[in-house]
């Protein structure tokens, strides 16, 4: 405000020596003492370009130089009014300007108040100096008076309106920091959210996403290099649910996976705004909860069924064995009936290792994890796995990797590996009618994991059916009982890792163990 009047001030001072030097305005002003004139609207524009120099020093905010200022202007409009006639030049009319913007800029009222009485002395004291000189005529002296009211009033009414603006200001600016602060609470919860928010347009085109969304559909990516991707270029499903519920404004949530390795999601769109642009909200979760829990529940099942099975299917089934064992000893038995004696056997030890799966799933302690060296321990452990009667299998490891410490449940872990090469090697012979399978040892730096992957030559898995690879009860051999690849994910969820199917670059199946990676 302080700035507007200077430059007002300014152009004032060069129009009042305009007005001298123009015949058609010379006589309104400097009629009396052209001398006196001339002096002070010279001395007042060189205050002003003065003033225009110095605006970028602290000292305007100073009430006491302010008042100074001001009064300054006082004194130089009341001397040019006088050397030009007084009232009836109607330059003291200039001073209503000043006394407002007085009672704007200064915050003190009682300063301004002051300004207004020295105003409205000043234009009497004048008024009535040049009457006793015989310049001007008695009545004078009501124009006068009137312009000190006039003065009074304008600025009580402008100090009541900037005191009630200021107030507003004060308010607003309040307000916007509020508001400021609450944005960037915003900015931070949405940040680290678990759930991933997406802002998406009409177009399919990703504007805003928080990190969560960036770790979910693109971890490899820093998230700044995020914004403006198609939703198709993080995943077809996701892009294909969008259009769905845009063109049906309906949607059914069906989990996902953004990558063959990534974990399961589930999205949820929210109309932002019905305008032209017609943003969307796409809420991204990890759906890797939902799952444990119903497989929780699944195993809260079986493990209230454990004493019933024990007792009501395990005896039964072991009496069962014993008289088709004892039937088989039979001398008059045929060949043919001693084959059904064998299906017997085969398909009781089949229930029988059922019931011990599940019931080694109920029986589970809490894993005990430690650090295991991977580069000594995996060799270890394969040569005792092919000594406990593998002498045909061929099973190489590649870890390059010496000094790489895992955490698990040591006793866990040689399940897990030992479920999967029976799975490898089975599979492998009956593809390629030999007994070979490899454990491969790599790092996901984006992740911080170690990969163990446990890779066959078997035919692999159609890809409609490995959606229940780890599932229980599922299998797609006839000796299998469906619990062990079950059992192995469990084994490694209780571990905090990870255990899903995947084809390597050469079309080979493999099973991947990620762990939580502890590098020396």
């Given amino acids: 405000m302080f700035r507007i009047y200077v430059a007002y001030r300014s152009m004032l001072s060069v129009v009042l020596l305009i007005m001298l030097i123009s015949p058609n305005t010379r006589p309104l002003v400097g009629a009396l003492n052209p001398v006196l004139y001339v002096g002070v609207a010279s001395a007042y524009l060189a205050s002003s370009a003065l003033l225009l120099a110095a605006l970028a020093w602290q000292w305007r905010f100073n009430q006491r130089a302010l008042f100074a200022v001001f009064l300054v202007?006082?004194?130089?409009?009341?001397?040019?009014?006088?050397?030009?006639?007084?009232?009836?030049?109607?330059?003291?009319?200039?001073?209503?300007?000043?006394?407002?913007?007085?009672?704007?800029?200064?915050?003190?009222?009682?300063?301004?108040?002051?300004?207004?009485?020295?105003?409205?002395?000043?234009?009497?004291?004048?008024?009535?100096?040049?009457?006793?000189?015989?310049?001007?005529?008695?009545?004078?002296?009501?124009?006068?008076?009137?312009?000190?009211?006039?003065?009074?009033?304008?600025?009580?009414?402008?100090?009541?309106?900037?005191?009630?603006?200021?107030?507003?200001?004060?308010?607003?600016?309040?307000?916007?920091?509020?508001?400021?602060?609450?944005?960037?609470?915003?900015?931070?919860?949405?940040?680290?959210?678990?759930?991933?928010?997406?802002?998406?347009?009409?177009?399919?085109?990703?504007?805003?996403?928080?990190?969560?969304?960036?770790?979910?559909?693109?971890?490899?990516?820093?998230?700044?290099?995020?914004?403006?991707?198609?939703?198709?270029?993080?995943?077809?499903?996701?892009?294909?649910?969008?259009?769905?519920?845009?063109?049906?404004?309906?949607?059914?949530?069906?989990?996902?996976?953004?990558?063959?390795?990534?974990?399961?999601?589930?999205?949820?769109?929210?109309?932002?705004?019905?305008?032209?642009?017609?943003?969307?909200?796409?809420?991204?979760?990890?759906?890797?909860?939902?799952?444990?829990?119903?497989?929780?529940?699944?195993?809260?099942?079986?493990?209230?069924?454990?004493?019933?099975?024990?007792?009501?299917?395990?005896?039964?089934?072991?009496?069962?064995?014993?008289?088709?064992?004892?039937?088989r000893e039979s001398a008059g038995l045929s060949e043919a009936d001693r084959r059904l004696t064998d299906i017997i056997q085969q398909h009781s030890r089949r229930v029988n290792q059922t019931v011990e799966s599940v019931l080694q799933i109920s029986r589970r302690e809490p894993p005990k994890p430690e650090y295991i060296l991977l580069a000594e321990w995996l060799p270890n452990f394969v040569g005792n796995y092919l000594d406990s009667g593998r002498d045909t299998a061929e099973v190489t490891v590649d870890c390059s990797y010496p000094d790489l410490l895992v955490e698990f449940d040591q006793e866990n872990l040689q399940r897990v590996l030992g479920n999967l090469l029976d799975n490898a090697l089975r599979h492998s012979k009956m593809a390629t009618d030999k007994e070979t399978a490899r454990i491969e040892v790599s790092l996901d730096f984006s992740k911080h994991q170690c990969l163990i992957d446990v890779i066959d030559t078997g035919a692999g898995v159609p890809a409609q059916e490995q959606a229940l690879l780890f599932e229980p009860f599922y299998t797609t051999v006839t000796e299998g009982s469906g619990m062990g690849l079950f059992l192995c994910k469990e084994l490694c969820e209780m571990n905090n890792a990870d255990l899903f199917y995947r084809t390597t670059a050469r079309g080979e199946s493999c099973f991947r163990v990620a762990l939580n990676q502890r590098d020396l």
């Fill in 73 to 327: 202007d006082i004194v130089a409009l009341v001397l040019m009014a006088d050397a030009s006639g007084g009232m009836i030049s109607g330059l003291p009319v200039l001073l209503v300007i000043t006394v407002a913007a007085s009672s704007v800029i200064i915050p003190n009222r009682t300063l301004a108040t002051l300004l207004a009485a020295i105003s409205s002395l000043a234009i009497l004291s004048d008024t009535v100096w040049l009457i006793l000189r015989d310049s001007l005529e008695i009545n004078a002296l009501f124009p006068a008076g009137l312009l000190g009211l006039l003065i009074f009033g304008v600025s009580l009414m402008v100090q009541f309106v900037a005191t009630r603006l200021g107030r507003a200001e004060e308010l607003a600016r309040s307000r916007a920091s509020d508001l400021y602060n609450l944005q960037r609470l915003n900015e931070q919860i949405v940040q680290h959210m678990q759930t991933g928010i997406l802002l998406v347009t009409d177009s399919g085109a990703v504007r805003v996403m928080n990190k969560a969304a960036s770790v979910m559909l693109s971890p490899e990516r820093p998230i700044t290099m995020e914004q403006g991707r198609k939703l198709r270029d993080y995943s077809e499903e996701l892009s294909e649910q969008f259009q769905h519920w845009r063109e049906a404004h309906l949607h059914r949530a069906q989990p996902f996976r953004v990558a063959e390795e990534a974990p399961t999601v589930i999205a949820h769109f929210r109309e932002l705004q019905s305008g032209s642009e017609r943003e969307a909200l796409v809420f991204i979760e990890d759906y890797t909860p939902v799952t444990r829990y119903a497989q929780s529940l699944k195993l809260n099942s079986l493990g209230r069924l454990t004493a019933s099975i024990a007792h009501e299917i395990r005896n039964p089934l072991g009496a069962i064995s014993h008289a088709a064992q004892l039937l």
